[in-house]
C-alpha cells in the first residue's frame, strides 16, 4: 500500500510539474487530468475512497470538462492552428502516457493484492463523515462560503451582463 502511495505521489508531482511548465494549453490540461488522477490514488492508498471518487468524478470528470471547453473556445491565434498536427509528435504524447501508463500499473497492483480494505494508518473517510464533520462543528464556515459563492455569482452576472446599444436606441 505505501508503494502505491509514493508512486501515486509521484506521478502527481511530476504531472504537476509539467501543468506548470507546459507551453500549451491543452497539454497543461491533460497533464492536470493525470494529476488529478494521480491524487485520487493517494486518496485511495490512504484509505479514503470516498475522497477519491469525488476527486475522480468532481475535478478529473466535471471541472475538466470545462476547462477543455473553455480551451476550445479561445482564440488561440494563428501559432495554434499551424501546431494543430504537433500532437502526432511523440514528445507531446509520451509524458502523459507514461505518467498515466505508471498510475494503470498501481491500480493494477492495488487490485491485484487483493487487500483493498488495508489502508496506510488512518480511519476511513464515509460520505457521513464528512457530512458530520463539515454540517457539524464547521456548520458556519460551510454557510459563509456559500454566502461567498452566492455572492461572487450576482457580482460575475452583473459584470458579465453587456449593455446592447441597439436596445437603448430612442426611435427603433
Do not use: C, K
Amino acid at each position: 500500500m505505501e508503494l502505491a502511495f509514493y508512486l501515486s505521489g509521484l506521478v502527481a508531482v511530476l504531472a504537476t510539474l509539467g501543468v506548470i511548465t507546459g507551453r500549451n494549453p491543452v497539454h497543461a490540461v491533460v497533464y492536470l487530468i493525470v494529476s488529478l488522477i494521480a491524487v485520487a490514488l493517494v486518496f485511495f492508498a490512504l484509505g479514503a475512497p470516498f475522497a477519491g471518487a469525488l476527486e475522480i468524478i468532481v475535478y478529473a470528470g466535471a471541472i475538466m470538462v470545462l476547462f477543455v471547453f473553455v480551451v476550445m473556445m479561445l482564440n488561440l491565434g494563428a501559432e495554434a492552428e499551424a501546431d494543430a498536427d504537433g500532437w502526432r509528435q511523440p514528445r507531446h504524447w509520451i509524458g502523459p502516457s507514461l505518467l498515466a501508463l505508471t498510475l494503470l500499473g498501481v491500480l493494477v497492483y492495488l487490485l491485484a493484492g487483493g487487500d483493498m480494505a488495508r489502508a496506510i494508518d488512518g480511519e476511513l473517510l464515509t460520505a457521513r463523515a464528512v457530512g458530520l464533520t463539515l454540517f457539524g462543528p464547521w456548520l458556519m464556515v460551510v454557510e459563509l462560503a456559500g454566502l461567498l459563492l452566492l455572492g461572487a455569482l450576482v457580482a460575475a452576472s452583473h459584470v458579465g451582463r453587456r449593455s446592447n446599444p441597439l436596445r437603448h436606441r430612442r426611435g427603433s
